[in-house]
Nanobody, 118 residues
């Protein structure tokens, strides 16, 4: 049974930082591409960043230079370091896992709330 469990969300002031973690179990983590998505109230879910099994990263334009995705295969964990946070970054952040290099994600976590106050 695959499980993805996010942690690290919370309330932070604008300009602050948070690091999200997503611990995976029930899969061969090193072989999976991992992604972070977010969904704000009343908005569609959007891709934040993703990292391939080989470590290649991709960021949505609005996150470039502020967010960093990384993975620790020994800990079966993917991270999202978020700096220079803005109120518009407020959302539920979820991680996802994908066995194939491309295409839809196979597994999703429950999400963690990030709230950025102005």
């Amino acid at each position: 049974q695959v499980q993805l469990v996010e942690s690290g969300g919370g309330l932070v002031q604008a300009g602050g930082s948070l690091r999200l973690s997503c611990a995976a179990s029930g899969l061969t983590f090193a072989m999976y591409a991992m992604g972070w998505y977010r969904q704000a109230p009343g908005k569609e879910r959007e891709l934040v960043a993703q990292i391939s099994s080989g470590g290649t990263t991709y960021y949505a334009d609005s996150m470039k230079g502020r967010f960093t995705i990384s993975r620790d295969n020994a800990k079966n964990t993917v991270y999202l370091q978020m700096n220079s946070l803005k109120p518009e970054d407020t959302a539920v952040y979820s991680c996802a896992a994908r066995a194939a290099p491309y295409g839809p994600y196979d597994y999703w976590g429950q999400g963690t709330q990030v709230t950025v106050s102005s």
